[in-house]
């Protein structure tokens, strides 16, 4: 990251990671479940000097604090708060969201709401959708809500590849950077992931809702991508989407499960084709595009 802010919302610390701090265009990124605002790197380096990328930590993950109350504040209803006041500090009055999982969950929520809708200028969801898979939503909580341990940073490396295999990750570099920024050690010495593990409450906690209706109520352009593998949000629910949001851009990640990273020009690029559709003057100058497909 180039920059960082730390905001205070509530009680809680909520880390905002800036890339491209001077660009003049900005947009939210908002990570999945048990992951931070880091993941956004290749995103916001490929996107480029055109767009300040913000991407906070959801308490709970990352750098942000955790919560002594996990049933009040590790809810959709609080990230909706957390989410208010980071585009308040910022000043964004409305500003394109982009949301991996539960960060796309988010982004769909606030789109939706009457108070808020009017702050989401256009909306990418990276892989998730109004209805979920069950089985894959149960083994996400199981295995986020038990403290993970690992006696050496190799072993927590190989679990981490194990686990995000759907991110379509393919060089080591890549796996030991993403590695290194999801560790943290714990007091005797040995090693864990970067969340608390009571984020998985959530699942327990927060108020089951129509998201359809949600759905439904969007008005913003839409774009959503899908990792072709993806056993979370199935193709007949996306054709579903579809159906109800038909003007909704669409694109379909190969080898990618649950989410792809967004870190490859064919992931890139035709979210920044969207972004640049859906925002005024957001288009860049002629010779900054030659640039990008001289690209090797």
């Not at 927590?156 to 379509?168: D, E, S, V």
């Not at 080591?172 to 590695?179: H, I, R, Y």
């Not at 007949?236 to 949001?245: I, L, S, Y």
Request: hydrophobic letters at 40%; glycine letters at 6%; one cysteine or more.
């Amino acid at each position: 990251m180039d920059a960082m802010k730390c905001l205070k919302v509530g009680p809680l610390d909520v880390v905002v990671r800036i890339w491209n701090p001077d660009a003049p265009h900005s947009l939210i990124a908002w990570h999945g479940l048990a992951r931070h605002g880091g993941d956004f790197e290749q995103l916001a380096r490929q996107l480029g000097p055109q767009w300040r990328v913000l991407a906070p930590d959801t308490p709970g993950r990352g750098l942000s604090g955790w919560s002594l109350y996990p049933a009040k504040d590790y809810l959709y209803s609080h990230y909706m708060t957390v989410a208010t006041q980071v585009m308040d500090h910022f000043e964004l009055e409305s500003t394109p969201w982009i949301g991996t999982s539960m960060g796309g969950l988010l982004g769909m929520l606030l789109a939706a709401d009457d108070d808020t809708a009017s702050r989401i200028r256009c909306l990418v969801l990276n892989d998730v959708g109004p209805a979920l898979e069950p089985e894959a939503l149960t083994q996400m909580a199981t295995y986020f809500s038990t403290l993970k341990r690992f006696t050496t940073f190799t072993q927590l490396r190989n679990a981490l590849q194990a686990n995000y295999q759907g991110f379509g990750i393919t060089r080591e570099q890549e796996w030991l950077s993403m590695a290194h920024a999801s560790a943290r050690r714990l007091p005797d010495g040995a090693w864990s992931f970067h969340y608390d593990p009571r984020i998985a409450e959530q699942f327990i906690h927060d108020t089951p809702r129509d998201t359809w209706a949600d759905w439904q109520k969007i008005r913003c352009p839409l774009m959503l991508v899908r990792g072709e593998d993806s056993p979370l949000l199935s193709r007949a629910t996306v054709d579903d989407m579809r159906r109800q949001q038909p003007r909704m851009h669409f694109l379909e990640a190969p080898g990618c499960g649950h989410a792809p990273m967004l870190n490859v020009p064919s992931q890139v690029e035709p979210i920044r084709q969207f972004l640049e559709t859906s925002v005024p003057g957001a288009r860049r100058p002629w010779w900054q595009s030659m640039l990008q497909r001289l690209k090797p």
